[in-house]
């Protein structure tokens, strides 16, 4: 269960209440409009309450809000999105969603990594867990826009690549090491967007790039909180405690310099106003495509190099290595 | 470089190792003498950093950026604090940090050599080991010779955070530069190597070269074990598993490893004609 959901369960119970005095109010000869203002301040002190001081896991399932807007959503507010299929080898990835549309005018080349809204379409969609076939897609539209001249926007939404048997058949370690790589040295701008999870180098595998904007309540870590604790410490239960240790939220990441701009979200998060949330980020984008496309390629790839090169964590000692 | 000295031990006067895959008792002395190869069942024991390159170089290895230690970017604590383990992890492989990178000769040919170590941290990749990788790749850049990588890695390291997942991006752009030189990358991938360290320059190399009975893959099979609890297939994610799902060139037992590097050195080295001309065409078209 998430416990987002749980959490902001009265406030929705008061906002409801709210909406019917309005609209006794409209009806109705009785005044209410003093209760509803009473009402409207507690629903205020309730959302900083309740929003204001979130917990690393909570956050996490704020970040997983089963009504969060999704990669297709940004996408589907863009003009004239075509979606294009497979990766030309295997199959075509539901995880991994790619594609041509329009931002602002500008022609672009679209990927993101698509979860489900239930059941049923997040075991079509894999919970947004890219197999190798689904990163091979992207890679492939990647080339394209390289070879076209139009930039790329990338929309990351995922806990991780899949873990499974037939993505480790398939090579999945080589297929997203094939588009990390590819992205360093892809001649066309590219502008990465986190919009809700990004984990592990199923995330990264549609990445990197030379700007990323991250949404203020999207996480961004080195792996989920569960395969992270399965890792550390053998257990995945401990993933809350992982999750209060990774620095994964929005601005950790502006700190260590890994994303460059945090959009702010509604308050109480994108779900509750989810048009909001979708408009600004693509107006970040906008603003980033006009930037970005009037740098001459070289310079464009001279500084993605140094924006990853400088990210490190090493200081130099006088200690031998004890062996010697 | 002398052969012994950084074995992580135990206890000093331990004389047997079992063998994890058939049990064996084996004599330390002997082990050691087969390049830590089970006599009986021949396991490939796993091998620290300074034993292989004693097993690849010719003769000296001059080492870089040996200095470096983690500045511990999350401060990251759990039943001990980071650095404290990073102290142990000292103790234990006598390394400063997972990965040694320097240069040395093959069977002659010059090449950069970086050696990961799985007895420092399980290998994992935090800045530092994606900081000594990126300037071995840029170190062979250029003096222009081959860039070998021997993994041996659980991955990205977890109390590096995000920035360890940072240096999958940092490592594979200096691939990626160093390809459109026209000079080549050889991995060889030793047990185990997964998550961070095979999506990276593991799986970005060349020439991938997989030694005998080690574990590679993406997913951690406690990870796929605990996500989407399926019965894993026998042998899933060996290098003989890897080779026969097309995942890599070869698969080499450590014996014949330093000849089977060599061999593939002397090739993408060798002074062509029709192809030496292709490929520094091919490389100016890359825009290098």
């Known amino acids: 269960m998430n416990v987002i959901v749980e959490l902001e369960k009265p406030l929705l119970e008061l906002e409801a209440k709210i909406d019917g005095l309005k609209k006794l109010n409209e009806t109705q000869r009785v005044d209410f409009s003093a209760e509803i203002r009473a009402l409207e301040e507690k629903a205020t002190r309730l959302k900083t309450e309740i929003f204001g001081n979130l917990t690393p896991w909570q956050r996490v399932h704020l970040a997983r809000h089963p009504r969060r807007p999704l990669a297709m959503d940004y996408i589907a507010k863009l003009d004239g999105f075509v979606e294009l299929h497979g990766d030309r080898a295997f199959r075509d990835d539901p995880a991994m969603v790619t594609g041509f549309a329009y931002l602002g005018g500008v022609p672009i080349f679209v990927l993101g990594q698509q979860k489900g809204r239930d059941t049923k379409e997040n075991l079509y969609r894999s919970f947004g867990m890219a197999h190798p076939e689904g990163y091979r897609k992207a890679a492939r539209i990647m080339r394209l826009a390289e070879k076209f001249h139009r930039p790329v926007v990338s929309f990351i939404d995922t806990p991780g690549a899949y873990p499974g048997i037939g993505a480790e058949e398939r090579g999945q370690s080589e297929a997203i090491a094939t588009n990390i790589k590819l992205m360093a040295g892809l001649r066309t701008p590219i502008i990465v967007n986190i919009i809700g999870e990004g984990g592990s180098g199923g995330a990264l595998a549609i990445g990197l790039g030379d700007y990323v904007i991250m949404l203020q309540h999207a996480i961004y870590s080195v792996a989920s909180p569960e395969p992270a604790a399965a890792i550390l410490w053998r257990n995945a239960a401990k993933a809350e405690e992982a999750a209060a240790r990774l620095r994964l939220t929005s601005d950790d990441l502006f700190e260590f310099g890994i994303v460059d701009e945090i959009v702010p979200e509604p308050a109480g998060g994108a779900h509750r106003e989810p048009g909001h949330a979708i408009d600004a980020v693509l107006e970040a984008d906008k603003r980033t495509l006009a930037r970005l496309t009037r740098q001459s390629t070289n310079e464009l790839l001279d500084r993605r190099y140094e924006k990853y090169r400088k990210i490190g964590a090493h200081e130099e000692t006088a200690l031998d290595r004890a062996a010697r | ?288």
């Open chain 2, 1 to 288: 470089m002398r052969r012994r000295g950084a074995r992580p031990q135990p206890s000093d006067d331990k004389l047997w190792e079992i063998c994890p895959s058939c049990h064996e008792r084996l004599y330390i002395k002997d082990l050691d003498q087969q390049l830590r190869v089970c006599s009986k069942c021949g396991h490939h024991l796993r091998l620290p950093a300074l034993d292989r390159i004693a097993l690849l170089a010719d003769g000296d290895f001059h080492e870089i950026a040996s200095n470096l230690v983690t500045a511990d970017p999350l401060r990251w604590t759990d039943r001990m604090p980071y650095l404290k383990k990073a102290e142990g992890d000292r103790a234990k492989s006598g390394l400063l940090e997972a990965v040694v990178v320097g240069f040395c000769t093959v069977e002659s040919i010059p090449i950069g050599l970086g050696v990961m170590d799985f007895f420092f941290r399980g290998g994992t990749m935090g800045g530092v080991v994606g900081e000594k990788v990126t300037l071995l790749i840029e170190e062979c850049a250029r003096r222009k010779v081959p860039c070998v990588i021997v993994t041996s890695s659980g991955g990205a390291r977890m109390e590096e955070g995000v920035i360890a997942l940072m240096q999958l991006a940092k490592t594979s752009a200096a691939v990626e530069r160093f390809g459109a030189l026209g000079l080549p990358l050889i991995s060889v991938l030793t047990d185990p190597t997964t998550g961070g360290v095979s999506a990276s320059f593991g799986f970005q190399a060349d020439v991938i070269i997989a030694e005998s009975g080690a574990a590679i893959g993406f997913a951690g099979r406690r990870v796929i074990d605990q996500t989407i609890r399926q019965k894993l297939p026998e042998g899933f994610q060996t290098a003989e598993f890897l080779l026969e799902h097309g995942q890599v060139d070869m698969v080499v037992r450590r014996a014949e490893m330093k000849s089977a590097l060599a061999s593939v050195l002397r090739f993408f080295t060798a002074r062509g004609t029709a192809s030496a001309k292709t490929a520094t065409a091919g490389s100016k078209a890359a825009g290098a």
